[in-house]
T-cell receptor, first 115, second 115 residues
Framework: AQKVTQTQTSISVMEKTTVTMDCVYE???????LFWYKQTASGEIVFLIR??????ENATVGHYSLNFQKPKSSIGLIITATQIEDSAVYFC????????????FGKGTSLTVIP | NSKVIQTPRYLVKGQGQKAKMRCIPE?????VFWYQQNKNNEFKFLIN????????QIDMTEKRFSAECPSNSPCSLEIQSSEAGDSALYLC?????????????FGPGTRLLVL
């Protein structure tokens, strides 16, 4: 079963608008950690933002913010004032438990920002 | 921007040939992970190290890959006898620690094509 699910395969938005990308996860652990990464066309993966499950406040970094809805096991990424260079594939990831290989990725959402 | 260095960026090999790629983790990061990302954007954990010690690896890695992180030298991942199904993006990530809340930072990847 997929531990991390991103249902949106691709999204297109106009430049300077706000976009939300969905991610739901599945875990039995009481403590877990959620991450969003961006993969550019060259393949480079950049860490964007994270949310620790025990924190109630939604994380914000620059023009990235998270919509953490713990009861729904959901961690949406919100990008405000999108720019052309935000065009990339966005991955949601979760780390749980104590095993080092327990880092699960979604399949990604491709974002295209239209000028 | 990522401070994890991976070389080469592209690698083309024939079936049965050895394929070797290298990774220099971010300075001060003792933990290194290798992942394989296929054309469907799926990530597969391969192996990880703390300093020179292997922590975990999957069966495939144990049988067909050799990997090491020698002291004062780049980490390396080598496929002993390449197969067409090994064509993928190989990602190295480093982390400041072993705790599950530690963020992983990725290198740009080595794109392997096995003809």
């Amino acid at each position: 079963a997929q531990k991390v699910t991103q249902t949106q395969t691709s999204i297109s938005v106009m430049e300077k608008t706000t976009v939300t990308m969905d991610c739901v996860y599945e875990t039995q652990d009481s403590s877990y950690f959620l991450f969003w990464y961006k993969q550019t066309a060259s393949g480079e993966i950049v860490f964007l933002i994270r949310q620790d499950s025990y924190k109630k406040e939604n994380a914000t970094v620059g023009h990235y913010s998270l919509n953490f809805q713990k009861p729904k096991s959901s961690i949406g990424l919100i990008i405000t004032a999108t720019q052309i260079e935000d065009s990339a594939v966005y991955f949601c990831a979760m780390r749980e438990g104590l095993g080092y290989q327990n880092f699960y990725f979604g399949k990604g959402t491709s974002l295209t920002v239209i000028p | 921007n990522s401070k994890v260095i991976q070389t080469p960026r592209y690698l083309v090999k024939g079936q049965g040939q050895k394929a070797k790629m290298r990774c220099i983790p971010e300075k001060g990061h003792p933990v290194v992970f290798w992942y394989q990302q296929n054309k469907n954007n799926e990530f597969k954990f391969l192996i990880n190290f703390q300093n020179q010690e292997v922590l975990q690896q999957i069966d495939m890695t144990e049988k067909r890959f050799s990997a090491e992180c020698p002291s004062n030298s780049p980490c390396s991942l080598e496929i002993q006898s390449s197969e067409a199904g090994d064509s993928a993006l190989y990602l190295c990530a480093s982390s400041p620690g072993l705790l599950n809340q530690d963020t992983q930072y990725f290198g740009p990847g080595t794109r392997l094509l096995v003809l």
